[in-house]
């Protein structure tokens, strides 16, 4: 009896690349966030960088949206360490 094989579908990749969109636009959304608008970017970030690597890891589709949320991943960390830096939200 074998073991049941891993989807092979894009799901992931694409759950890491409409999150990385997410992480790097809403700390720029004009609503009310004070003292929270840095961390969006630093949470968010960190999360698409993980499911970035699990959807870049094993033969699945979905590769190339992965790899952009993770480069999406990285902005969004930048982008929150910047807002950290300079004290004070965009």
């Given amino acids: 009896m074998s073991l049941p ?11 890491a ?21 840095r961390y969006v970017g630093l949470v ?10 699990l959807g870049l890891l094993g033969d699945r589709r979905g590769k190339p949206m992965a790899a952009i949320g993770l480069l999406l991943g990285l902005l969004a960390v930048l982008v929150s360490a910047m ?3 300079g004290g004070r939200p965009f």
């Fill in 5 to 15: 094989q891993a989807s092979k579908s894009p799901a992931v990749g694409l759950t």
């Fill in 17 to 37: 690349l409409v999150l990385g969109l997410v992480a790097v636009v809403v700390p720029f959304l004009p609503v009310a966030m004070d003292g929270f608008r």
């Fill in 44 to 53: 968010g970030g960190v999360i698409v960088l993980v499911v970035a690597v």
């Fill in 83 to 85: 807002m950290f830096v």
